[in-house]
């Protein structure tokens, strides 16, 4: 497995194109141009993909590519991509946040039950990784009563936090050792990885974000 | 790996307090001793590093990673225009790509405040920010154009030894998304006090220091993908003390 922060090398194969539009299906080209469709540029099959191409197809814009590792609620260690085949719909908060946190989880409840579609998971990834521990995200699972499968707690080092919060454009700061600045986002990713809406701000009416699940469901 | 080796191209930078434009509860802030590279990443080095690591060039990357922008002045993956220069730093370069590359070298980008920290030296002083000649040296550097063309070492030398912390590029810095501002001011008007838990917390602690609020604002308004021709980075390196 090709990781991709790691300092291996890759191999340099010759790099075949597609569509990023799929008219074609899956067909790949061994030349860079235009799609003869929709004559979009072709995109550089990524070598990674290729790789993984037998189990689930991952996109060069796919999360799933991400490598770092996350403790979950429930004490498991997993990577993104054993997230594949749900769509994903996800949030940054810290379990001591008073202020904007409690909204931010009442709006992800709030989509959940309007979606009320098993084929998707809501995730909820910590930005105080060093307060926010497996022990405390359960506990913060049972008494929010989203304690069951679709609900998924991480927890990451600060590093991976870091990154993961620049691949859904949140912005974060501590301002004090329980206490920090948020942007207030929830983004909703296919069942690929690839993010497909964000929904910005406190208490927003949510009926964008709720259809757009339910049409990456199908 | 042993702590006592310093690699040829940093220098430490010995810790203290400061106060940057948007700290902590706009006080004071302690950074620690750390080692910083005394010259930004050059074209050169970047260009050995995507030999050595192919899925960072142009063609590979992907593009969660990198936007449209990433190398784009390259003729090939492994191929700089010929009008680019070996010693100039490297841009078009994206925060993913270039947190790599330090962690490739055995280092790490410098957060904010070790950059701010080490940036605040002039060539006699550890912290010149109330230097008026110091910051009006930095803000005319920033009205000059087309900087990110000059070789590195070609501004001046400060207090730790470092070249080049204002002069020829912005630099990328770990926790740049940490910048709770939009990048277009007008935007930042009570209809956007939503988008963020603690808005009130953000002002800055002197709106006089107009150099360091333009690097904040470019921060607050880039996103780890992009790519931009005036955008570098250097690689720091933590001091574990034993």
Redesign the interface.
Known sequence: M?S??A?N????DT?QYYCPMKCEGEKVYDEEGSCPVCHMDL??V???NKVLSDENEVS????F??TSKWNTQNNETIELKELNGDVLVMVMIYTT?K???PRLVADMRSISEKVDNKEVKYVLVSIDPENDTPQKLKAFAIENKMDTDQWVFLQGTV?DV??F???L????????PL???????ISVFNKGGELHHQQ?????DNAETVSKILSLTK | MSLSAISQNTEIIKGGTFVPLYGSDSSEVYVRDFELDVYPVTNEQYLNFVKQYPKWQRSKSLSLFTDKNYLRKWTSDTTLSSDMNLNSPATNISWYAAKDYCVCQGKRLPNMDEWEYAAMASQTMINAQRDSIFNSMIIESYELPKTYLKTIGSTYKNYWGIYDMHGLVWEWTSDFNSVLISGESRQDVDTERNLFCGSASVNATNLMDYAAFMRYALRGSVKANYSLQTLGFRCAKSINKK
Do not use: M, W
Not at chain 1, 9 to 12: D, E, H, I, K
Not at chain 1, 169 to 175: A, D, G, R
Not at chain 1, 200 to 204: A, P
């Open positions: 090709l991709v922060f300092c090398n890759a191999s340099t790099t995109v550089p990524e070598e990674s060069d814009a796919s999360i590519n991400l946040c202020a904007a946190c590093d870091r990154e919060s620049n691949v454009s949140v912005k974060y700061k501590q301002i004090s206490d920090f600045s948020h942007s207030n986002i910005e701000g406190l208490g927003v």
